[in-house]
């Protein structure tokens, strides 16, 4: 059984850790996923009875950690749909890169996803169906040919950070879809390292953030 780590919660949002390989919500493949254990946590903690509501309001891909906020009633669901809408949800994320990138810059692409492979290209100008992505990074350590950037998502779409990692020449360390030097058995070295947000009944301005996993290849550059 997969043990939830709470960040917070009370009657309208909970904040929590989510582990590594492990989906957001139940898919086809029949796996334990984060909104289940979630509910189950709640259902047994206060005693539950019946179905219990619990709203997505972003997504993580499967192989990926870090913070996510639910939305424990309709009301917050709407009030956080519109505060990621109007990107007023401030989300920072850590990646160990293959290379060295600049010290710091704005990675600007326009991302369109096949659907039937799950795969997402960019482009440096618009093509039909794309969405605009962009994001900033700055770099905070390089080791031996490895570099750690802190980068701040202005846009979230599937797959960004991945596909514009890889799309600057750089792609992410243990990235099974987007690295074609990533080895297999390798976890994917991205994580949502912080989260902040108005409280959607409140306004009271919420900030959370998680250490960086010890594993490999964080560890060399700590």
């Not at 939830?4 to 139940?26: G, M, T």
């Not at 539950?48 to 309709?74: C, E, Q, Y």
């Not at 890889?166 to 792609?171: I, T």
């Amino acid at each position: 059984m997969t043990k939830l780590n709470v960040l917070y919660e009370d009657n309208h949002v909970i904040v929590v850790e989510k582990p590594v390989n492990i989906p957001v919500q139940a898919d086809v493949s029949g796996d334990s996923d984060l909104q289940t254990i979630i509910k189950n946590y709640i259902a047994d903690k206060y005693s539950k009875p019946g179905n219990v509501f619990l709203g997505i309001v972003h997504r993580l891909d499967r192989p990926v950690g870090g913070i996510m906020v639910f939305a424990r009633t309709s009301k917050a669901a709407s009030r956080l749909s519109e505060t990621i809408r109007n990107r007023e949800l401030g989300k920072m994320y850590h990646v160990v890169v293959m290379g060295v990138p600049p010290d710091n810059g704005t990675l600007i692409h326009w991302l369109l996803k096949d659907s039937s492979t799950n795969m997402v290209k960019s482009f440096d100008k618009e093509v039909k169906d794309s969405k605009k992505a962009v994001l900033h990074f700055k770099k905070e350590a390089t080791v031996n040919g490895l570099s750690l950037l802190q980068i701040e998502l202005v846009t979230g779409r599937a797959h960004q950070i991945r596909v514009q990692c890889q799309a600057m020449g750089h792609p992410i360390w243990g990235d099974q879809r987007y690295n074609k030097l990533a080895v297999p058995g390798q976890q994917i070295a991205l994580f949502a390292s912080s989260l902040s947000f108005s409280h959607p009944t409140t306004k009271e301005h919420l900030s959370f953030s998680l250490p960086l996993p010890g594993r490999e290849p964080w560890r060399q550059l700590l």
